[in-house]
């Protein structure tokens, strides 16, 4: 992001921005047209490799338009694709994310040495986590009790 605000700051009249493909340049349509816009502004022409758009004609800017729907479009179908893989994967009992680092077990045992006095510090240091990891047990432990 940083080096495309860099480079958008950078294009000056007269310059050609080359880029790979469409779906590389913004993430909508909408996004797509301002950003078509502001090069247009600064007079700046557009190429896109991979699709052969040239902006700098009345052809080329119709197509670029057409063509950023289209991978609007087929990015919203990956992603809707995505979402039904992950439930389907839900569905089938498979768990996303990391898998705890401390068993309920160790929890309980951490709940009640902090109970007893032992230090956050200590804690962390015995079962090698973050205190933060700590504190969650703790507090874990605490909601159920």
Same mark, same amino acid.
């Given at each position: 992001?940083?080096?495309?605000?860099?480079?958008?700051?950078?294009?000056?009249?007269? &310059?050609?921005?080359?880029? $790979?493909?469409? &779906?590389?340049?913004?993430?909508? *349509?909408?996004?797509?047209?301002?950003?078509?816009?502001?090069? @247009? &502004? #600064? @007079?700046?022409?557009?190429?896109?490799?991979?699709?052969? +758009?040239?902006?700098?004609?009345?052809?080329?800017?119709?197509?670029? $338009?057409?063509?950023?729907? =289209?991978? @609007?479009? @087929?990015?919203?179908?990956?992603?809707?694709?995505?979402?039904?893989?992950?439930?389907?994967?839900?569905?089938?009992? +498979? !768990?996303?994310?990391?898998?705890? =680092?401390?068993?309920?077990?160790? #929890?309980?045992?951490?709940?009640?040495?902090?109970? !007893?006095?032992?230090?956050? +510090?200590?804690?962390?240091?015995?079962?090698? *986590?973050?205190?933060? $990891?700590?504190?969650?047990?703790? #507090?874990?432990?605490? !909601? !159920?009790?």
């Amino acid at each position: 992001m940083k080096e495309f605000r860099t480079m958008k700051e950078y294009v000056r009249e007269g &310059d050609v921005l080359f880029v $790979t493909k469409l &779906d590389r340049l913004a993430r909508s *349509v909408i996004d797509l047209h301002k950003f078509a816009k502001y090069l @247009e &502004d #600064k @007079e700046v022409d557009l190429k896109v490799l991979n699709q052969n +758009i040239d902006t700098t004609s009345p052809a080329g800017r119709l197509l670029f $338009t057409m063509l950023g729907a =289209i991978a @609007e479009f @087929e990015r919203d179908l990956i992603n809707e694709r995505v979402k039904e893989g992950i439930a389907a994967a839900k569905a089938k009992g +498979i !768990k996303f994310g990391r898998s705890a =680092i401390l068993s309920y077990k160790d #929890k309980k045992v951490i709940y009640k040495q902090h109970q !007893k006095g032992k230090s956050v +510090i200590w804690l962390s240091n015995f079962f090698h *986590v973050a205190r933060n $990891t700590i504190y969650r047990a703790i #507090k874990d432990v605490a !909601k !159920k009790e």
